[in-house]
């Protein structure tokens, strides 16, 4: 099973902020994914990135995946109290698809304060 | 509904007893994941089922646990004689089958086991 480090674990800032997080591996990834979860609730995606390089954008949402496929980021613009919860990037490992190529990172806990 | 529905949302049971976890996945997605979340940690997988193939058992920590999915769709996750390191909330995901890579997963809600 490969990792994914996701770093910070914890960052907590005022609304307005920006912010980045980062998701790291000594891997290679055919393509990752950021979730987002919120307390009591089941993670939702927000992007899938497949392209070495590739840069997507959802709303204030930045993300970016790197040259080597290897590592993302997600870049948050002019943070908001609801985007608070805990983001978590997932790799896949290779095209077949299901459970045995998908890892999870241990997430990073974002809390804006108003 | 039209999401991933699980059943119960809370569960607390003592040391010992057998607890039984429902999950009904959305209609027409063809796999099924069961993944395992301690206090603030990420996904622990568990078990994978895609269609009428054998499930990928890889991830089930122990032979005390045990997953069947009947039908095709509901599937039920059984862990026997509960230790209190299984206390955790065990996350159901469903999604389609993709061929060239890893589809969206849509998860639900969750059942909070907490064994005493």
């Known amino acids: 099973t490969q990792l994914l480090e996701q770093s910070p674990q914890f960052l907590s800032i005022q609304e307005g902020e920006n912010l980045t997080v980062y998701c790291n591996s000594s891997s290679v990834f055919s393509s990752l994914q950021w979730y987002r979860q919120e307390p009591g609730e089941g993670p939702v995606l927000l992007v899938t990135v497949v392209t070495g390089g590739e840069v997507k954008k959802l709303k204030r949402l930045t993300f970016q995946f790197g040259d080597a496929r290897k590592d993302s980021s997600l870049h948050i613009t002019a943070a908001q109290p609801g985007d608070t919860g805990l983001y978590l990037c997932?790799?896949?490992?290779?095209?077949?698809?299901?459970?045995?190529?998908?890892?999870f990172g241990k997430g990073t806990h974002l809390i804006i304060q108003p | 509904g039209a999401g991933v529905s699980q059943s119960p949302s809370n569960k607390v049971t003592e040391k010992g007893k057998d607890v039984e976890l429902r999950c009904d996945p959305i209609?027409?997605?063809?796999?099924l994941y069961w993944y395992r979340q301690s206090l603030g940690q990420g996904l622990e997988f568990l078990i994978y089922?895609?269609?009428?193939?054998?499930p990928d058992k890889s991830g089930l920590p122990s032979d005390r646990f045990s997953a069947e999915r009947t039908g095709g769709s509901v599937s039920t996750l059984t862990i026997q004689r509960t230790q209190q390191e299984d206390s955790a909330v065990y996350l159901c995901?469903?999604?389609?089958?993709?061929?060239w890579g890893t589809g969206e997963l849509f998860f639900g809600e969750g059942s909070r086991l907490t064994v005493l």
């Open positions: 209609s027409g997605h063809t796999a």
């Open positions: 089922f895609q269609g009428n193939s054998a």
């Open positions: 995901a469903s999604s389609l089958s993709y061929r």
């Open positions: 997932a790799g896949a490992e290779g095209s077949g698809g299901g459970a045995d190529g998908l890892t």
